[in-house]
């Protein structure tokens, strides 16, 4: 890895190609502890109850129920480690270095097992093909401990960016989560309208599972390793609103991808551009204003101004 951190503030630069085999190998540790996730906690709107959450450390499942407690797991990027914890004390680390998926996969379940925790999950990869089992995945065993930390902290600079674009919104709106299915950072506004079923279609995945996703109209957007060299920034609605691909959208780097069927934006020109947070701000709002303005969303109802309390921040209400 050639790529480093300059400083806290300057958004990391990782070129896809420079860190793809473990990418692929963190795709499936990322399914692995979320389908425990998923196995343990109830179902939440559009599968909302199996994402992971960027942290100061890593990504996190945050608190799972289990019998009478709980437990979670964490991805930690800086001393490279996935930490099971529960609420009755127990902790195990597994280390984090270049190993097949299946050998990770093991030592993950033998953990639980050892704190107690019976998971039982689908020990096949989602929406991706071929979908080699994890007991069975022998060909994903690259770990760059560098490579994973600044893809981290890609997630970290992203995360908050689109948590301040969520504020805007006070409708019904997913927290700012990572899907482990697709491998991407996401936020996804409501309109509060019913949609059309989801035909399906994602490789190694029911329809059934599109169809909760997508039962109702949204403006989604978000990060994903992919889309450009250092990964884009995406945006897409559903259902598509005529004349969406041709709404006037900023900043000058972004543009509609036909292929992918959404706006893109090339996370190398946001962290060439003079503003970042900026750039990619004017991104999640103009095209959530494309899906909001051609779709006839209730704007008025819906947005609202986060700075509406200035004096939230400096003590309680009186």
């Known amino acids: 890895m050639t790529a480093h951190i300059s400083s806290q503030h ?3 630069r990782l070129r896809v190609d420079d860190w793809t085999e ?10 692995i502890v979320g389908k425990i996730r998923l196995s343990q906690a109830p179902l939440l709107n559009h599968w909302w109850q199996v994402t992971l959450y960027v942290g100061p450390r890593g990504l996190t499942t945050g608190s799972v129920p289990h019998r009478g407690g709980l437990f979670d797991l964490e991805f930690d ?7 099971a914890r529960t609420s009755d004390g127990g902790e195990r680390l ?4 270049s190993r097949p998926v299946a050998d990770f996969y093991g030592e993950t379940m033998r953990a639980l097992e050892e704190l107690g925790i019976e998971a039982t999950i689908d020990g096949r990869p989602n929406e991706v093909e071929p979908a080699i089992p994890f007991a069975e995945d022998h060909q994903h065993a690259t770990y760059d401990p560098e490579a994973a930390q600044l893809f981290w ?21 997913s927290p700012v989560h990572f899907f482990w299915g697709a491998m991407d950072l996401a936020c996804t506004r409501f309109s509060g309208r019913a949609a059309p079923a989801h035909p399906g279609g994602a490789p190694n995945c029911g ?12 403006s989604s957007a978000g990060f994903w390793p992919g889309g450009g060299q250092e990964g884009a920034f995406y945006a897409y609605a559903y259902p598509e609103p005529d004349g969406f691909a041709e709404y006037p959208i900023g900043p000058d780097a972004a543009y509609y991808s036909v292929e992918n069927g959404q706006f893109l934006l090339p996370y190398e020109a946001v962290a060439e551009a003079e503003n970042p947070d900026q750039d990619v701000a004017e991104f999640l709002h103009t095209t959530y204003r494309a899906a909001a303005d051609l779709g ?3 704007r008025h109802s819906l947005e609202d101004d986060p700075r509406r309390w200035p004096q939230h921040r400096v003590g309680a209400a009186r």
Request: a neutral charge.
């Open 296 to 298: 006839g969303w209730d």
């Open 77 to 83: 990027f800086v001393e490279h480690r996935l930490r």
């Open 22 to 31: 473990t990418r692929d190998t963190l795709h499936m540790w990322t399914q």
């Open 207 to 218: 329809d059934w599972v599109m169809v909760e996703g997508y039962s109702r109209e949204l």
């Open 94 to 97: 597994i280390p984090l270095s």
């Open 153 to 173: 902290r890609q997630l970290v600079h992203a995360d908050r960016v689109m948590g301040e674009f969520r504020s805007h919104f006070v409708g019904k709106v």
């Open 10 to 12: 300057t958004w990391p």
